[in-house]
């Protein structure tokens, strides 16, 4: 859930600077929906721009980053950089915690497998009854 609000509050900024930076409001020059205004598909419709800025920030925070859209002026750039930095730090902590969850769960299952071993070898060596074993 925090990471669908996340996503949504960096589309939303990545809208906004390109809004705020643009040259020309009709074609957005000097900005990544340059490239978008002139297509007739998405001229106009603010849902297909919001989902295109959406689909930018989820392969940029999960470091895909196909690169099909891009920043086109250093304050696009500059906040795509950050995005990138966030990211990976994110992805790292994901996989750490990942990392450590499975680690513990091996060390309980070895943990588990060495008293089973104990109890074989004691029902062997001493000859308990199996009733007691079980």
Do not use: H, Q
């Given at each position: 859930m925090i990471f669908i609000l996340a996503s949504h509050i960096v589309s939303c900024f990545w809208l906004i600077i390109a809004e705020l930076v643009t040259l020309d409001p009709e074609t957005?020059?000097?900005?990544?929906?340059?490239t978008f205004a002139?297509?007739?598909?998405?001229?106009?419709?603010?849902v297909s721009l919001?989902?295109?800025?959406f689909y930018w920030t989820i392969t940029t925070i999960t470091t895909v980053g196909y690169g099909d859209i891009s920043g086109t002026n250093n304050y696009e750039r500059l906040f795509a950089s950050f995005v990138m930095v966030v990211g990976v730090i994110l992805f790292s902590i994901a996989n750490g915690a990942l990392a450590s969850i499975i680690s513990s769960l091996d060390g309980q299952?070895?943990?588990?497998?060495?008293?089973?071993?104990?109890?074989?070898?004691?029902h062997k060596e001493f000859?308990?009854?199996?009733?007691l074993y079980i």
């Open positions: 957005f020059s000097g900005t990544w929906l340059n002139k297509d007739p598909v998405y001229k106009g419709s603010d919001y989902y295109i800025s299952s070895g943990e588990y497998e060495d008293k089973l071993n104990t109890l074989i070898l004691a000859e308990f009854p199996t009733r």
